[in-house]
Nanobody, 124 residues
């Protein structure tokens, strides 16, 4: 079992920045791929970024490449999503995810856990 707690959402103007945090706890949390997904009103949940805890290798959705950065602090068991140059279309509930075997076609694979979500609102 892996528990995930997100923080850091809020309201920001277009062009601004926010950093989301996801604290992971539980057995073998360090063996999971960690990712961020988002869901805007009326839309499906979509993959944003992922990182493999052990190696630090990352992947991003095309819509956020060059603007968002995913990272992790192994000592704190925490994953971060630094979001820069935010746009109104980034407005969504952002969810932290732990996936045992990674992300394929934007979907988590293997045992999967979700955080409760944090709202990000970008005003234009």
């Amino acid at each position: 079992q892996v528990q995930l707690v997100e923080s850091g959402g809020g309201l920001v103007q277009a062009g601004g920045s926010l950093r989301l945090s996801c604290a992971a706890s539980g057995r073998a949390a360090s063996n999971y791929f960690m990712g961020w997904f988002r869901q805007a009103p009326g839309k499906e949940r979509e993959f944003v970024a992922g990182i493999y805890w052990s190696t630090g290798s990352t992947s991003y959705a095309d819509s956020v490449k060059g603007r968002f950065t995913i990272s992790r602090d192994n000592a704190k068991n925490t994953t971060y999503l630094q979001m820069n140059s935010l746009k109104s279309e980034d407005t969504a509930v952002y969810y932290c995810n732990a996936a045992r075997t990674g992300y394929y076609s934007g979907r988590p694979s293997g045992n999967t856990y979700w955080g409760q979500g944090t709202q990000v609102t970008v005003s234009s």
